[in-house]
């Protein structure tokens, strides 16, 4: 490279620099580039985000009145007599609009009731006050009230005037004459109206029929379309309810005491009752939000659906009265029009499965509110509806005590299951009397062929005509009625305060002893009494063991571990049904007796010895067939030869 070459790129490439540098942008160029970019972002978001930004000028409004609000107090509280009728009136036009003259009035009480429910609403706030299921007691036999006054409070949210409106702050108006409203011969209805004016009113319009428990509940807005704010879509609707205590086992109740919910195209859901708080954003439609007890619920229903809900359940571990506190914060559907319907009801009412079956709130609507009722998943569930609870009420139907119906239903369960339990101990009893042959086999294979003692074994079955699974399967085929009952018995409300000889409640647990000093983790994971139908269900339990226990195999690992296990278990169901519904460990109890009679009658009729000839001779008729192998048999040989074990080829 010359030095002109040199010259040339230098001056090209001072040039370039040059170029480039002369087109930069000025100072006031970039922070006009700045400020677009700003704008364009600022634009965006603010696009984005037009809905949040309604909602925090709705808040500020909120804050704004909340603070007339208090001021209006304080200018009371200085001095009653010098607050005027006319300074109230100005205050309160200030706070609430047209509205106003709804924020003054006397509390008053009206109760609407028919032979089930008691249902008594106040005019402040128009809304529910408290509810008596007339046909119940608690455990204490005081009347059962689902709630009572500020432990319930039901409150719509909505802006009119560019003011938030609260119902629970203003006094309904009624035009009925009568404190008592009795729909026990008829269909009765009681209107509540919050007035904004002449012929304008938000009305909450209650109906209840005879025998019912479901309160038809419409929430009505007349005239109103010029104070409701046109962008409104939606009404927020809060409902909180404290839930106390009722039953006898109040550890047991803390357990199913818990928040469901259906949404509107998909199965019911529900919290888990063991977490002390959780809190869920439902996102979708929703058709129910239901407050569910143990053996009682308040049910919030939607003739249509909900939009969204913010639903929330917390325990209540330091108060005495109640178990826990559930909220629902929900969006309710709203049209902008003159007069507008959002038809609503509640269900106040027992867990009962046959009647939440047959609950609608509109005609051919399917709210599945049996689904309230705990009785299992998948075929345990199957086996409560199809089976149990048929065979429960049909036997209800002519006998009036429930000990006897559940000693009625455990005979006719056993003797239904009698041909499997029959199979299983004839199984077992084969299993028994080949167990010296067995022996004798492995005596001749070494300990270091076990797969070959294990296909040896196989074969002596196979030709004696006994299957090694063919006492498990029988066991298998009656697990799903043992779980079924354990879901069973706890929910069924028909059981609540009945009493069998010395158990006072069969929902609950039964007590022979009980001491009120907390001794360390006994109270905790057993309680403070004793349960003898836990004690006496356990003492049956060991004794079908020691019965059956012989009819086991225990010359492998694996079956000594079960025998242990079958020790274990009673011990442990000790703790465990101690605080369990005492009609669940009666029916165990029963069972176990029941299958301990039919072990004994069954050594009677089946003799061993005959047994073992029989098998023998079984033996000696198959020994020299060539039989088709089983399916059981070639995966013992595939897994073998994957081993690199070559099993000998028979003589001819």
């Known amino acids: ?71 209006q107090d304080t200018l009371l509280s200085v001095n009653d007599t010098t607050a005027s009728d006319s300074l109230h009136n100005s205050i309160n036009e200030k706070l609430y609009g047209d509205f106003a003259k709804s924020a003054v009035g006397e509390e008053k009480f009206f109760t609407l009731k028919n032979e089930k429910i008691e249902v008594r609403i106040t005019n402040k706030g128009g809304r529910v006050f408290s509810v008596n299921l007339t046909d119940y007691k608690t455990h204490e036999q005081n009347p059962l ?14 802006f009119s005037q560019n003011r938030l409106i609260s119902t629970e702050d203003f006094y309904f108006e009624t035009q009925s004459e009568d404190t008592l409203i009795d729909a026990s011969r008829g269909q009765k209805k009681l209107s509540m109206k919050l007035k904004a004016g002449d012929n304008k009113y938000v009305e909450y319009l209650y109906t209840l029929k005879p025998g019912s428990s479901v309160v038809d509940f419409d929430i009505n807005f007349i005239n109103t379309e010029d104070l409701i704010a046109r962008n409104t879509t939606y009404l927020e609707l809060t409902w909180n309810s404290f839930i106390p ?12 005491t818990t928040l469901f919910y259906k949404l509107l195209d998909n199965d019911v859901k529900e919290f888990k009752a063991r977490k002390k708080e959780k809190e869920d954003e439902l996102s979708t439609k929703i058709k129910w939000i239901g407050y569910k007890q143990q053996f009682f619920s308040s049910v919030l229903i939607a003739k249509n659906s909900f939009d969204e809900a913010t639903i929330t359940q917390k325990t209540l571990e330091e108060d005495p009265k109640n178990l826990k506190f559930m909220a629902s914060k929900i969006q309710v559907p709203y049209v902008h029009a003159q007069n507008v319907n959002i038809p609503l009801a509640f269900y106040f009412g027992p867990n009962k499965y046959s009647d939440l079956r047959k609950i609608s709130a509109v005609e051919g609507d399917k709210l599945n509110l049996h689904k309230l009722v705990p009785l299992g998943w998948g075929i345990f569930g199957w086996v409560n509806r199809l089976a149990i609870i048929p065979l429960f009420n049909f036997l209800g139907t002519f006998i009036g005590n429930y000990g006897l119906i559940i000693i009625v239903m455990t005979l006719i369960i056993k003797s239904l299951l009698f041909p499997l339990t029959y199979r299983s101990f004839l199984s077992s009893a084969k299993m028994r009397v080949l167990k010296p042959e067995i022996e004798k086999l492995n005596e001749k294979i070494p300990k270091d062929k076990a797969m070959e003692r294990q296909q040896a074994t196989m074969a002596l079955y196979k030709k004696a005509g006994a299957n090694p699974m ?12 043992l779980i079924a009952m354990f879901r069973f018995f706890p929910a069924s409300i028909e059981l609540r305060q009945q009493s069998f000889l010395w158990a006072k409640d069969l929902s609950s647990y039964d007590s022979i002893f009980s001491w009120t000093t907390e001794i360390p983790l006994i109270s905790q994971y057993y309680g403070n009494h004793i349960s003898l139908f836990t004690l006496l269900m356990a003492v049956a339990i060991v004794g079908s063991t020691l019965l059956n226990g012989n009819q086991m195999q225990d010359n492998n690992p694996q079956a000594k571990t079960m025998k242990y ?5 009673p011990v442990m169901m000790i703790f465990w049904f101690n605080n369990y519904s005492a009609g669940l460990s009666f029916y165990y109890l029963l069972s176990n007796l029941i299958t301990i009679i039919q072990s004994l009658i069954m050594r009677k009729f089946i003799n061993e010895d005959k047994l073992l000839s029989k098998l023998q001779a079984n033996v000696s008729k198959n020994k020299n067939k060539n039989k088709k192998k089983s399916n059981f048999q070639k995966k013992l040989e595939d897994m073998a030869k994957q081993r690199g074990y070559t099993p000998p080829k028979k003589k001819k």
């Open 470 to 481: 063919g006492g498990c399967i029988p066991i298998a085929l009656q697990f799903p009625i």
């Open 245 to 256: 205590y009722l039953e006898h086992g109040e550890k047991f109740e803390l357990q199913n």
């Open 1 to 71: 490279m010359d030095k002109n070459q040199i010259i040339g790129i230098v001056a090209i490439s001072v040039i370039i620099i040059g170029f480039m540098i002369w087109q930069q942008p000025s100072k006031e160029q970039k922070a006009e580039m700045r400020r677009l970019d700003s704008l364009q972002i600022v634009k965006q978001k603010r696009d984005k985000d037009s809905l949040l930004i309604v909602a925090e000028k709705r808040i500020q409004d909120s804050i704004k009145y909340a603070n007339e609000l208090k001021l």
């Open 565 to 569: 296990m079958m020790y274990f278990m």
């Open 145 to 158: 009230l689902l709630f009572e006054g500020d432990k319930n409070k039901f409150n719509i949210n909505f």
